[in-house]
């Protein structure tokens, strides 16, 4: 089921490219990237290994709700890649909750699937937030059903 994330990914990647207006000039302030704290917890408590570690992501608004990104997590000796998709569904001045999609495979443990969680943004200033979310991969090629994990870290937008 890695062909499935390969997939989800590209299809990602075209949608973005395909998402601008040809009237418009391109913005960059649709750029953002962040650094996050994360903690992974196995279905039933299972052995994954490290369970904390930090993560990376990268992204561009292709919408005023929707979003696509990239997110790298590195877990001790363990490894983490994930393309998806943030729809914001309602927002406050400064707290903006979101729902996230798309597919995350954890290298070194073949747990790969497709994933989906919440989260919410606390916007600090227009380009600073503080960003928590929680999410939930399906293992599709393991004995491990799920594996749910938790991120909390700071958002730049440029």
């Known amino acids: 089921m890695k062909r499935f994330a390969i997939v989800l990914a590209l299809a990602l990647a075209v949608q ?5 207006d ?7 302030d649709r750029f953002y990237a962040g650094v996050a704290g994360t903690a992974v917890l ?12 930090a993560a990376f992501r990268a992204g561009c608004y292709i919408g ?3 979003a696509v990104e990239g997110e790298a997590a590195c ?6 890649l994930a393309a998806r998709g943030l729809w914001h569904w309602w927002g406050y001045e400064r707290l903006d909750p979101f729902f996230t999609f798309g597919a995350k495979g954890w290298m070194n443990d073949g747990q790969v699937g497709p994933c989906g969680g919440l989260g919410a943004f606390y916007h600090l200033t227009e380009s600073l937030s503080l960003r928590a979310d929680a999410d939930a991969t399906l293992g599709l090629d393991t004995r491990r059903e799920m594996v749910y994990s938790l991120c909390a870290g700071l958002q730049i937008s440029f």
Do not use: K, N, T
Request: proline share 3%; charged share 25%; hydrophobic share 40%.
């Open 75 to 80: 877990l001790g000796h363990r490894a983490g």
């Open 16 to 20: 973005a490219i395909l998402a601008g």
């Open 22 to 28: 040809d009237d418009e000039a391109y913005a960059f």
């Open 64 to 66: 005023e709700l929707f």
């Open 42 to 53: 196995p279905q039933g408590g299972g052995r994954m290994g490290d369970r904390a570690g």
